[in-house]
């Protein structure tokens, strides 16, 4: 975990600008034609459960879930999760994870998705989501498409499309 002093805070509209421009500077344009980015269009993030880190009053970290639908199943997609690159690696990013899964797990969400690194994500209790369970509006490298249980079992039994979802 990070010795800096950094403050974890639920992400509020005044943070919007500044996250927009934190994802401009750490994904470029390209992040517009990511699956994850085409599911994300889909529904609008809870804010209820999206955080943002600060070092004093400079942003240097932000996290978003945003209520999915695997199927019929309710589910929550993680991400984007960025942290600006001077700050990376000093345990920022999994101190905004741990935050957002614990903030679902208390309002009772029992299921997170997303596409991401597995040897980053697994700590955090994220697995590969087995080819063709789960399909996204668009190309993903399977060994990316990671879920997490947020309570044990919930995602026996799930498959289907993954669709956004209302808050």
Known sequence: MTELPVTVASESPADAEA??????RTFGPGRFARTAFRLREQAQHDPALSFVAYLGTMMVGSVRLT???IGDT????LG???????????GIGARL??????AARDAGHTLVLLVGDAPYYE???????ANGRVSLPGPVDPGRLL????????????????RGAPL
Do not use: N, W, Y
């Open 19 to 24: 996250i927009e421009k934190l994802h401009r």
């Open 67 to 69: 209520p999915i639908a």
């Open 74 to 77: 309710p589910a929550l997609l």
């Open 80 to 90: 984007p999760l960025t942290v600006e690159p001077p700050f990376q690696s000093v």
């Open 97 to 102: 994870m741990d935050v957002s899964l614990s």
């Open 123 to 129: 700590r955090f209790g994220f697995k590969p989501v």
């Open 147 to 162: 879920v997490a249980e947020l309570q044990p079992g919930a995602f026996e039994g799930v498959s289907g499309p993954a």
